[in-house]
């Protein structure tokens, strides 16, 4: 059974970066899927951050893209997510999620983590 | 501001029939796949509709999906009070390079 487990601080400061880790447990990260990130806001929608495919570039949301970096860490099958110089706009619930094609389809969610940022 | 538009509420009684709208453009509905999630609150979404009007195993038949232009619909008969929860749509944008979410339509049976 495939499960994915968010974790990292739960207060960042602004201006600073906000990093999560996701370790997936059941599957393999270089076995075929892409891995991503997606986050709402309270009370909002949800927004995809960026996915990455093993040995491929990652795909990022345009108006994120010049903050993200998502990447993967195939020894501890993790994949993680760095957000730099965040503001309270970014306060959410962040979720790590694996997709069977970069397509908006997520097969499995992690439970979500709330990051806060605040000082 | 989402890409994809979704109504932000609807409402029905038990036993009824229920759709839900999601409005695009051509770069994303117009010209691929669109995706339905359900979320209940304090969880993770659940897919129900992937490839526009395929269901994972565990959808029961009563809800479908479909796609016309730049438009795609959620569709739940045989309403029941677990059916409430906030549905979401979602499609990959060329243009953008990127997944788009609708805002999310909340539904509340009566």
């Known amino acids: 059974q495939v499960q994915l487990q968010e974790s990292g601080p739960g207060v960042v400061r602004p201006s600073e970066t906000l990093s999560l880790t996701c370790t997936v447990s059941?599957?393999?990260?270089?076995?075929?899927?892409?891995w991503a990130w997606i986050r709402q806001s309270p009370g909002k929608g949800l927004e995809w951050i960026g996915s990455?495919?093993?040995?491929?570039?990652?795909y990022y949301n345009p108006p994120l893209k010049s903050r993200v970096t998502i990447s993967l860490d195939t020894a501890k099958n993790q994949f993680s997510l760095n957000l730099s110089s965040v503001t309270a706009a970014d306060t959410a619930v962040y979720y790590c999620?694996?997709?069977?094609?970069?397509?908006?389809?997520?097969?499995?969610w992690g439970q979500g983590t709330l990051v806060t940022v605040s000082s | 501001q989402s890409v994809l538009t979704q109504p932000p509420s609807a409402s029905e009684t038990p036993g009824q029939r229920v759709t839900f709208s999601c409005s695009g453009s051509s770069s994303n509905i117009g010209s691929n796949y669109v995706y339905w999630y359900k979320q209940l609150p304090g969880t993770a979404p659940k897919v129900l509709i992937y490839?526009?009007?395929q269901r994972p195993s565990g959808v029961p038949d009563r809800i479908s999906g479909s796609k016309s232009g730049t438009s795609a619909s959620l569709a739940i008969s045989g309403l029941r009070s677990e059916d409430e929860g906030d549905y979401y749509c979602?499609?990959?944008?060329?243009?953008?390079?990127?997944?788009?979410f609708g805002g999310g339509t909340k539904l509340t049976v009566l």
């Open positions: 059941g599957y393999s990260i270089s076995g075929g899927y892409y």
């Open positions: 999620a694996r997709e069977p094609d970069i397509a908006g389809h997520v097969d499995y």
């Open positions: 990455i495919y093993h040995n491929e570039r990652p």
């Open positions: 979602a499609a990959w944008d060329d243009s953008l390079s990127g997944v788009v």
């Open positions: 490839r526009t009007n």
